[in-house]
């Protein structure tokens, strides 16, 4: 099979990490891969915080925890206040990706009242950074969860620039289990048609 289609089929999210940290030419190599994503008009609005201080990942995963209670968040209650249930999967390496805010199409998505915005453009530098980790056989995972943690004031800690938004994170670390690539969930059917 080709070898990239095979990486894209063979890719898991992985939620259980060793704790070795990955090697740092790995890790330049996954987010060189994430800066070579398409770009609207190739702006390019991407911004990487790569965290793997321990301590502020932990710090980040109480928080958000703490935020998990809250009534307003009544679907995640369960896992705030499981004491196994990690936002973060003890992962070694987090990457936080943010977008510039000023970057943006000057045309509106059809049929709403929304502008292209950068989260696209992020979103597609994501499955990037997934991909090559998987080519690497390192486990990786996107979170949505973390923006419950950029609501917060200590997301300045994080040192983001003032002119990008922060949207997701992405989990890295070497598997911690077995992953069958035969048992992938099955995929969706009648969501193709052709018009020829």
């Known amino acids: 099979m080709n070898q990239v289609l095979e990486t ?3 890719r898991r999210s992985i939620r259980n990490y060793s704790d070795k940290q990955i090697r740092e030419e790995e890790l ?3 987010i060189e891969a994430a800066t070579f994503a398409p770009s609207g008009h190739n702006c390019q609005p991407w911004y990487f915080t790569v965290i793997q201080n321990k301590k502020m990942i932990e710090i980040m995963n109480e928080k958000i925890k703490k935020q998990m209670l809250l009534p307003s968040y009544k679907w995640a209650n369960k896992m705030g206040e499981s004491a196994q249930y990690h936002v973060f999967h003890k992962a070694p390496t987090v990457i936080v990706v943010s977008g510039d805010k000023k970057a943006s199409s000057p045309l509106p998505l059809a049929g709403t009242d929304y502008y292209y915005t950068p989260l696209v453009d992020c979103a ?3 499955e990037n950074m997934l991909l090559a980790a998987e080519s690497f056989g390192i486990g990786s995972c996107w979170l ?3 923006n419950l943690f950029f609501e917060l004031p200590e997301v300045k800690k994080l040192n983001i620039p ?3 938004q922060p949207y997701f994170a992405v989990t890295l670390g070497y598997k911690n289990v077995v992953v069958s690539h035969q048992t992938a969930s099955k995929r969706r059917t009648g969501t193709v048609d052709y018009i020829r």
């Open 144 to 146: 949505g969860l973390v």
């Open 8 to 10: 894209i089929k063979n």
């Open 124 to 126: 597609a530098a994501i």
């Open 28 to 30: 330049k190599a996954i």
């Open 162 to 164: 003032d002119d990008y």
